[in-house]
Protein backbone atom coordinates (compact mmCIF):
# COMPACT_ATOMS: atom_id res chain seq x y z
CA UNK A 1 0.00 0.00 0.00
CA UNK A 2 1.17 3.53 -0.02
CA UNK A 3 1.98 3.99 -3.43
CA UNK A 4 2.68 7.19 -5.01
CA UNK A 5 3.23 7.64 -8.55
CA UNK A 6 4.17 10.35 -11.35
CA UNK A 7 3.87 10.63 -15.30
CA UNK A 8 5.80 11.29 -16.88
CA UNK A 9 9.14 9.53 -15.90
CA UNK A 10 11.35 11.57 -18.22
CA UNK A 11 10.67 14.34 -20.15
CA UNK A 12 12.26 17.12 -22.99
CA UNK A 13 10.89 20.11 -24.16
CA UNK A 14 11.89 23.18 -26.09
CA UNK A 15 12.84 26.38 -24.20
CA UNK A 16 9.61 28.76 -23.96
CA UNK A 17 7.05 25.42 -23.99
CA UNK A 18 5.50 24.38 -20.74
CA UNK A 19 5.30 20.75 -19.18
CA UNK A 20 2.91 18.89 -16.78
CA UNK A 21 3.92 16.51 -14.29
CA UNK A 22 1.10 14.27 -12.59
CA UNK A 23 1.70 13.17 -8.91
CA UNK A 24 -0.88 10.36 -8.08
CA UNK A 25 -1.78 8.48 -4.81
CA UNK A 26 -3.07 4.85 -6.27
CA UNK A 27 -3.95 3.27 -2.71
CA UNK A 28 -5.01 6.30 -0.24
CA UNK A 29 -6.30 9.89 -0.43
CA UNK A 30 -3.93 12.00 0.22
CA UNK A 31 -4.42 15.22 1.93
CA UNK A 32 -1.85 17.01 1.59
CA UNK A 33 1.12 16.53 -1.58
CA UNK A 34 4.12 17.74 -1.44
CA UNK A 35 6.41 18.82 -4.41
CA UNK A 36 10.30 18.81 -4.64
CA UNK A 37 13.62 20.04 -6.48
CA UNK A 38 16.88 18.27 -6.68
CA UNK A 39 19.70 18.41 -8.22
CA UNK A 40 22.68 16.35 -9.11
CA UNK A 41 24.26 15.25 -6.03
CA UNK A 42 21.96 17.48 -3.89
CA UNK A 43 19.31 17.10 -1.06
CA UNK A 44 15.96 17.53 -2.12
CA UNK A 45 14.17 21.00 -1.59
CA UNK A 46 10.81 21.80 -0.89
CA UNK A 47 9.04 23.74 -3.59
CA UNK A 48 5.59 23.97 -2.55
CA UNK A 49 2.89 22.29 -0.18
CA UNK A 50 -0.85 21.78 -1.49
CA UNK A 51 -3.80 20.94 0.36
CA UNK A 52 -6.84 19.64 -2.02
CA UNK A 53 -9.32 22.71 -3.23
CA UNK A 54 -7.23 25.15 -2.27
CA UNK A 55 -3.93 27.13 -3.57
CA UNK A 56 -0.64 26.24 -2.79
CA UNK A 57 2.07 27.59 -0.30
CA UNK A 58 5.76 28.05 -2.26
CA UNK A 59 8.34 28.28 -0.46
CA UNK A 60 10.36 31.77 0.04
CA UNK A 61 12.37 31.72 -3.77
CA UNK A 62 9.79 29.61 -5.42
CA UNK A 63 8.11 31.57 -8.44
CA UNK A 64 4.31 30.54 -7.95
CA UNK A 65 3.53 31.59 -11.98
CA UNK A 66 6.50 29.64 -13.07
CA UNK A 67 5.60 25.96 -10.99
CA UNK A 68 1.67 26.19 -11.03
CA UNK A 69 0.51 23.84 -8.92
CA UNK A 70 -2.78 22.20 -8.82
CA UNK A 71 -4.21 19.78 -6.26
CA UNK A 72 -7.84 19.26 -8.09
CA UNK A 73 -8.40 15.90 -5.87
CA UNK A 74 -7.56 13.78 -3.04
CA UNK A 75 -5.86 11.43 -5.16
CA UNK A 76 -3.91 13.84 -7.74
CA UNK A 77 -1.93 16.69 -8.00
CA UNK A 78 -0.07 18.55 -10.90
CA UNK A 79 2.81 20.22 -11.39
CA UNK A 80 2.97 22.75 -14.45
CA UNK A 81 6.45 24.31 -15.35
CA UNK A 82 5.35 26.83 -17.46
CA UNK A 83 7.92 29.28 -20.39
CA UNK A 84 10.41 26.15 -19.26
CA UNK A 85 14.12 27.57 -19.56
CA UNK A 86 17.42 24.86 -19.24
CA UNK A 87 17.96 25.99 -15.96
CA UNK A 88 14.41 24.68 -14.72
CA UNK A 89 15.92 21.21 -15.89
CA UNK A 90 16.03 19.20 -12.79
CA UNK A 91 14.68 15.98 -10.61
CA UNK A 92 11.26 16.91 -9.59
CA UNK A 93 9.92 14.31 -6.83
CA UNK A 94 6.30 14.79 -5.42
CA UNK A 95 5.17 13.17 -2.15
CA UNK A 96 2.09 12.60 -0.50
CA UNK A 97 0.78 12.75 2.86
CA UNK A 98 -2.78 11.20 3.88
CA UNK A 99 -4.81 8.26 5.54
CA UNK A 100 -2.41 5.33 4.90
CA UNK A 101 -0.37 5.72 7.70
CA UNK A 102 0.88 7.71 10.11
CA UNK A 103 -0.04 11.37 10.07
CA UNK A 104 3.19 12.90 9.54
CA UNK A 105 4.99 10.35 7.26
CA UNK A 106 5.54 11.39 3.42
CA UNK A 107 4.78 8.93 0.97
CA UNK A 108 6.92 9.43 -2.00
CA UNK A 109 6.95 9.35 -6.14
CA UNK A 110 9.59 8.11 -8.29
CA UNK A 111 10.55 11.68 -9.66
CA UNK A 112 10.32 12.85 -13.19
CA UNK A 113 13.59 13.90 -14.72
CA UNK A 114 12.96 17.46 -16.73
CA UNK A 115 15.22 18.41 -19.43
CA UNK A 116 14.42 21.57 -20.92
CA UNK A 117 16.60 22.10 -24.47
CA UNK B 1 16.82 26.84 13.64
CA UNK B 2 15.38 24.83 10.21
CA UNK B 3 18.04 23.16 9.23
CA UNK B 4 19.16 19.62 9.81
CA UNK B 5 23.14 18.74 9.73
CA UNK B 6 23.45 15.85 8.21
CA UNK B 7 27.42 13.73 8.39
CA UNK B 8 29.47 12.45 6.73
CA UNK B 9 28.75 13.83 3.17
CA UNK B 10 30.29 10.06 2.11
CA UNK B 11 31.09 6.65 3.65
CA UNK B 12 32.99 3.65 2.58
CA UNK B 13 32.27 0.64 4.10
CA UNK B 14 33.70 -2.96 3.86
CA UNK B 15 30.88 -5.67 2.90
CA UNK B 16 29.62 -6.83 6.65
CA UNK B 17 30.56 -4.01 8.48
CA UNK B 18 28.23 -1.18 10.09
CA UNK B 19 27.71 2.20 8.16
CA UNK B 20 26.65 5.15 10.64
CA UNK B 21 25.44 8.55 9.78
CA UNK B 22 25.00 11.63 12.03
CA UNK B 23 22.07 13.84 11.68
CA UNK B 24 21.62 16.65 14.32
CA UNK B 25 18.88 19.73 14.39
CA UNK B 26 17.81 22.42 16.68
CA UNK B 27 14.49 23.27 16.15
CA UNK B 28 12.86 21.58 19.53
CA UNK B 29 9.60 21.37 17.96
CA UNK B 30 10.64 18.74 15.44
CA UNK B 31 8.80 15.01 16.61
CA UNK B 32 9.61 12.98 13.89
CA UNK B 33 12.38 11.88 12.65
CA UNK B 34 12.64 9.81 9.31
CA UNK B 35 15.30 8.11 7.00
CA UNK B 36 15.33 7.67 3.53
CA UNK B 37 17.01 5.46 1.00
CA UNK B 38 17.81 7.01 -2.51
CA UNK B 39 19.03 4.87 -5.35
CA UNK B 40 20.35 7.18 -8.51
CA UNK B 41 17.33 7.97 -10.43
CA UNK B 42 14.73 6.96 -8.81
CA UNK B 43 12.38 8.75 -5.41
CA UNK B 44 13.17 7.91 -2.11
CA UNK B 45 12.13 5.56 -0.23
CA UNK B 46 11.06 5.27 3.68
CA UNK B 47 13.50 2.96 5.64
CA UNK B 48 12.67 3.71 9.47
CA UNK B 49 11.39 6.77 11.80
CA UNK B 50 11.64 7.49 15.11
CA UNK B 51 9.56 9.85 17.47
CA UNK B 52 11.50 11.96 20.69
CA UNK B 53 9.72 9.19 23.01
CA UNK B 54 12.02 6.46 22.35
CA UNK B 55 15.77 6.27 22.04
CA UNK B 56 16.19 3.94 19.74
CA UNK B 57 14.20 1.74 16.96
CA UNK B 58 15.01 -1.37 15.61
CA UNK B 59 14.03 -2.49 12.21
CA UNK B 60 15.59 -5.29 10.30
CA UNK B 61 18.92 -4.43 9.91
CA UNK B 62 18.49 -0.48 10.22
CA UNK B 63 18.61 0.94 13.80
CA UNK B 64 18.17 4.95 14.64
CA UNK B 65 19.57 5.54 17.87
CA UNK B 66 18.11 9.20 19.40
CA UNK B 67 19.18 11.59 22.08
CA UNK B 68 16.85 14.06 22.69
CA UNK B 69 18.83 16.12 25.21
CA UNK B 70 21.74 16.28 22.28
CA UNK B 71 19.33 17.08 19.76
CA UNK B 72 21.17 14.22 17.54
CA UNK B 73 19.76 11.33 15.74
CA UNK B 74 21.51 8.52 14.13
CA UNK B 75 20.74 5.56 11.83
CA UNK B 76 23.01 2.31 12.08
CA UNK B 77 23.57 0.19 8.92
CA UNK B 78 24.48 -3.24 10.53
CA UNK B 79 26.02 -6.12 8.28
CA UNK B 80 26.50 -3.44 5.47
CA UNK B 81 25.85 -4.99 1.61
CA UNK B 82 26.71 -3.97 -1.94
CA UNK B 83 23.08 -3.45 -2.71
CA UNK B 84 22.98 -1.19 0.50
CA UNK B 85 25.01 1.29 -1.44
CA UNK B 86 22.82 4.66 -1.97
CA UNK B 87 22.35 7.84 -0.62
CA UNK B 88 20.86 8.66 2.55
CA UNK B 89 18.97 11.42 4.12
CA UNK B 90 17.59 11.87 7.55
CA UNK B 91 14.13 14.33 8.27
CA UNK B 92 13.23 15.97 11.10
CA UNK B 93 9.02 17.32 11.26
CA UNK B 94 7.01 18.78 13.66
CA UNK B 95 3.28 16.70 13.78
CA UNK B 96 1.54 19.87 13.59
CA UNK B 97 0.47 22.68 10.89
CA UNK B 98 1.89 21.37 7.06
CA UNK B 99 3.49 18.41 8.42
CA UNK B 100 6.55 19.72 5.69
CA UNK B 101 10.30 17.85 6.20
CA UNK B 102 13.26 19.30 6.71
CA UNK B 103 15.87 17.47 4.80
CA UNK B 104 19.43 16.73 5.59
CA UNK B 105 22.36 16.92 3.13
CA UNK B 106 22.62 13.59 2.34
CA UNK B 107 24.89 11.00 2.64
CA UNK B 108 26.55 8.68 -0.11
CA UNK B 109 27.34 5.28 1.32
CA UNK B 110 29.57 2.72 -0.76
CA UNK B 111 29.65 -1.13 0.56
CA UNK B 112 32.38 -3.03 -0.87
CA UNK B 113 32.03 -6.08 -1.85
Known amino acids: GAVVSQHPSRVICKSGTSVKIECRSL??????MFWYRQFPKKSLMLMAT?????????EQGVEKDKFLINHASLTLSTLTVTSAHPEDSSFYIC?????????????FGPGTRLTVT | QQQVKQSPQSLIVQKGGISIINCAYE??????FPWYQQFPGKGPALLIA?????SEKKEGRFTISFNKSAKQFSLHIMDSQPGDSATYFC????????????FGTGTRLKVLA
Open chain 1, 95 to 107: SARGRAGPIDEQY
Open chain 1, 27 to 32: DFQATT
Open chain 1, 50 to 58: SNEGSKATY
Open chain 2, 27 to 32: NTAFDY
Open chain 2, 50 to 54: IRPDV
Open chain 2, 91 to 102: AASGTSGTYKYI
